[in-house]
């Protein structure tokens, strides 16, 4: 397959790390987006020559800033852009008597604002051709929700699945966007108990992306919301 330079976010764990590494084994150029170097992003990067680490908090402008500049000196068009960062508070399973709001913003800021910060961004690199992938939840759809409370984690990927759909209205149609629910997955955010492998994930949302014409009809219709495994899922 031809090489692809694609931008991730979220890169230093979890999700985002298990992509980028999956994606520099196929030989691809893979820029992350992280908010601090640590171990295992240095040593990705250390031995391998298409891989880059660009410093950036996505939860505002100024924050996000640094990384952008340096992204834009490196790449003058993206492929596939893997929206992954999203925060998460355990203790945020509560109902609504003891559930704190005024923290909702924060998730906002991180979940939904965060990924379209970058898709606005990097606007004059993202070409109709270019594949923006939003890893959302299934906890944000309408109608499969199973939270009893999560209301901000919830809440902030709901609002993350409709501004994807308004994306893809304002561009007509004429862009290439999915929102996609990875499962539950045994990272820091899952826990341990969590059904899936992150590995597993990475590698089945990568198919996806792979298999772009499969999902071609639905996107068609303005339905962008699918299991990692391709299934389409409501809003
Ligand atoms: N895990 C699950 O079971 C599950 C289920 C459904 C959906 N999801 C979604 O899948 C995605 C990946 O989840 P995960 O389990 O891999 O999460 P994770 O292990 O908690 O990792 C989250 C990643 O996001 C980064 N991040 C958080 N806030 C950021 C910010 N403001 N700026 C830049 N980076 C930031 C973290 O960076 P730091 O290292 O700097 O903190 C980390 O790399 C998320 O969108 C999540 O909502 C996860």
């Known amino acids: 397959m031809a090489q692809k330079t694609i931008v991730i976010s979220g890169a230093s764990r979890g999700l985002g ?18 908010r601090n170097k640590n171990e295992k992003t240095v040593n990705l990067s250390a031995h391998n020559p298409n891989c880059f680490i660009h410093i950036g908090d996505i939860s505002s402008y100024k924050t996000l800033n640094p990384a952008i500049q340096t ?73 499969n929700t199973l939270e009893k409370n999560l209301y901000a984690y919830s809440m902030s990927k709901a609002a993350l699945n409709l501004a994807t759909k308004i994306y893809w209205r304002e561009k007509e149609g004429n862009c290439n966007i999915i929102v996609v629910d990875p ?15 992150p590995y597993f994930s990475a590698d ?22 699918f299991k990692y495994d391709g299934r389409l899922l409501p809003w």
């Open 71 to 143: 992204l834009k000196e490196k790449i003058k068009k993206i492929d596939v852009l893997y929206n992954v960062a999203a925060i998460f508070w355990p203790e945020d399973r509560k109902g609504i008597l003891e559930t704190n709001l005024d923290r909702a913003p924060e998730m906002f800021a991180t979940n939904t604002c965060g990924p379209l910060r970058i898709i606005q961004k990097l606007a004059d690199i993202i070409t109709p051709e270019t594949r923006i992938i939003n890893i959302s939840s299934e906890s944000g759809s309408m109608e």
């Open 17 to 34: 790390f298990c992509l980028a590494e999956r994606l520099l084994q196929q030989d691809n150029i893979v820029h992350m987006i992280v």
């Open 204 to 225: 089945s949302i990568i198919d996806l992306v792979d298999h772009w014409e499969k999902l071609e009809k639905h996107l068609a219709k303005g339905n962008l919301f």
């Open 183 to 197: 499962g539950w997955m045994r990272t820091d955010m899952g826990g341990p108990t969590a059904h899936l492998d």
